[in-house]
């Protein structure tokens, strides 16, 4: 069945330093991929998407590109803030419109 | 324009008692979604209800039931509550036409002692 792993966490780093949090997949055709969001205290909130293979998604600062020939769609942003503290779930959409989750890495950014 | 609302924040429960978590929305959203969240384990779906009348299992079902009340209402129901049902409950709802964007509430801590 269909799968993703994620980096572990916790992260940890000062503001303005460059984030990378991995995310691979498991899945049989083409999915669609996902970044989700957890700020402390609230749902899960969508950050950016990917449809096909060698997109990019983008928002907010962060970006992420589905490599198709690594199976994998890696989380970046070159400066982060103290307000990206969160939680972040790489998620995939496969056979009945349902997304299957990893298990999430938390981010804490320090001043 | 709320999004997703679910009652209560918080709850604790003995072992063997029953509650209902409730969930709306107030997007016209057909389909509808309940997880659960656990530490390493990411956000494992329990129920999914495509249209207002249908439901089906999702990959951790067990333990629960739910109901689609109408358009707006997604329900949980735990019947006899076990301490492995301790978790953060989340309901999200899809809007049409996007298949696999879904909006979340706030979430609901529910400990089972």
Known sequence: GDSVTQMEGPVTLSEEAFLTINCTYTATGYPSLFWYVQYPGEGLQLLLKATKADDKGSNKGFEATYRKETTSFHLEKGSVQVSDSAVYFCALGGSARQLTFGSGTQLTVLP | ?113
């Open chain 2, 1 to 113: 324009n709320a999004g997703v609302t679910q009652t209560p924040k918080f709850q604790v429960l003995k072992t063997g008692q029953s509650m209902t978590l409730q969930c709306a929305q107030d997007m016209n959203h057909n389909s509808m979604y309940w997880y659960r969240q656990d530490p390493g384990m990411g956000l494992r779906l329990i129920y999914y209800s495509a249209s207002e009348g249908t439901t089906d299992k999702g990959e951790v079902p067990n333990g629960y039931n739910v109901s689609r009340l109408n358009k707006r209402e997604f329900s949980l129901r735990l019947e006899s509550a076990a301490p492995s049902q301790t978790s953060v409950y989340f309901c999200a709802s899809r809007p049409p036409a996007r298949d696999y964007e879904q909006y979340f509430g706030p979430g609901t801590r529910l400990t089972v002692t």
